[in-house]
């Protein structure tokens, strides 16, 4: 089907077609033409220059996220896409990446010149972010090994391309005007300037640390985009969901203006609204029946132009679980209804910006590492002058191994602070009880009945509003998620079934419990520290 058609793409709804209308999308602000976006322009540089024939919806996507405003730069500066798995995300995105690095990136040299012009591929692991990647690769070869290889070579882009970059973690693809595309994992995007990013699998991303460090990528360039793109998540997607959120938001609110007779294009070029954000989702109604046809054909605008066909997908569904089958094949959320051990209104009544220990008050540390050993945390607790005790956390980073250090650091500047609290089994932290012992710290061990004891007073302390912190919204995100389990008769943490990471809270609540209820003086240890293995001959 040629651009030119597109006007009637939304009208593409039958049985045995995918349905190219996304179910939620952001409206265009004004007619959509070649002059009025580019989507055009990639359509016919896919056809003419790559050979490869877009589906209706990638088209249809294209020509609304490449939307422009009058002074030729795009509408959108973030572009959040949600669709089923397996409908040619990443065949669009290599399409996409290559019109950017060959063509786009030589549009506006007044405003970004080509060396100053990056394209970023970026995912939570660098294997996830070079799918696109490697398509442009293919296409743009200058110097292809085998007669294989040289058969995916486009020779123009290929005479476009000085060299790749294959050192790993580095990357590149650079263009003889100096243009770049290069791909990495996200945590390592930091301090560089994109005009492009492509982000990829964002459902992948249970902090905001990744989007956080990608999204500031593109502040600095005129007319930069960010794309992410991804099926549903689930409860761990926290970086997806507030987008989805967002994106979400502002389709109901033009809908809104239109239906109170007023101009959503006007609140959302005014800046009134935020008319920067596109958010397009191709996903089936919420609560639809599984094996619903128009449920399918709707996430899945692919369906039909290829193998895939309604009965296929059907087939999946005794293979899958019902939750897996709505979130990969439906994209639609699933999420399990938490009931929080601590009620965030309560801990959100306990929060004091101004909340401190004075100096000299007893400081009990508490130190607690993830399920998966990922990340450890460090809190503190300690009385204040008005008798109630402040609890807050104070380092928190990726693995265990900086923890020694940190605290010897920490112990130089405020050697009062002898005391920290660790949970004696059954979790990752149990590996620094020995180590802090041979230094000479107090460690009061949190185990037996004080697992419950621990757990219990957090929460009564939390509940009767005798408990005071500092706005920190890491620890606040885990009082949202943490779940407790039974252990015989009281309750525990548990960070396993949580849906985040909760070890902060924990952390939190077992320097509470050591301030309250255990002495400053070393108590009888119940394992001596480690001295090393005899060996006799």
Partial sequence: MMAENLTVFGAIDDEKHGVTLPRIFTPPLRPLTKETSNGFAVIAFAEVMLHVHLYPWQQWLLVHA??????????????????????????LMGVLAAWWLFVDSNKHPDRVPPVKFLVVGAAQTLDNAKGPYNQVKEWCNPAPA??????????????????????????????????????????????????RVVFDELREQHTDDGWNAVSQTTKAVWSSQLWGISNAGDYRSVALRKQVDKGRKLVTEWERLQADGDNPVDAF????????????????????????????????????????????????????????????????????????FISPKLWARGIDARSSIPEGNRVVLSVDTSADRRTTYIAAAGMRADGLPH??????????????????????RWPRITEIAVQGKGCPAVDFIDPLAEKGWTVHLIEGFRLGACCGRFHDRVREGKLRHLPQPAVERQVEVAVSRRLGEVEVWDRTKSALQISGLVAESQALYALETMQAENEKPKYAPSVGVKIRF
């Fill in 66 to 91: 490449l939307e422009l405003l009058e002074d030729g730069s795009y509408r959108f500066r973030k572009v959040i896409v949600l669709v089923a798995r397996q409908n040619g995300k990443t065949t």
């Fill in 146 to 195: 085998t007669d294989e290889e040289a058969d995916l070579v486009i020779p123009d882009l290929a005479s476009m391309t000085q060299k790749f970059v294959n050192t790993n973690g580095e990357e590149a693809i650079i263009t003889r005007s100096k243009a770049r595309y290069i791909v990495r994992a996200d945590k390592n995007i930091r301090a560089k300037s994109a005009a």
């Fill in 269 to 340: 070029l005014s800046g009134e609204q935020d008319g920067s954000f596109g958010y397009f989702e191709w996903s089936a109604p919420d609560k639809c029946p599984i094996d619903d046809a128009d449920a399918i054909r709707q996430a899945n605008p692919s369906l039909g132009y290829g193998p895939m066909t309604v009965m296929s997908v059907r087939s999946d569904i005794d293979g899958m679980t019902e939750a897996a089958f709505r979130t990969e094949v439906l994209c639609q959320w699933v999420t399990a209804d938490i009931i929080p």
């Fill in 391 to 412: 609890v807050e956390l104070i380092a928190r980073r990726d693995g265990m191994l900086w923890v020694p250090r940190y605290l010897d650091l920490l112990q130089e």
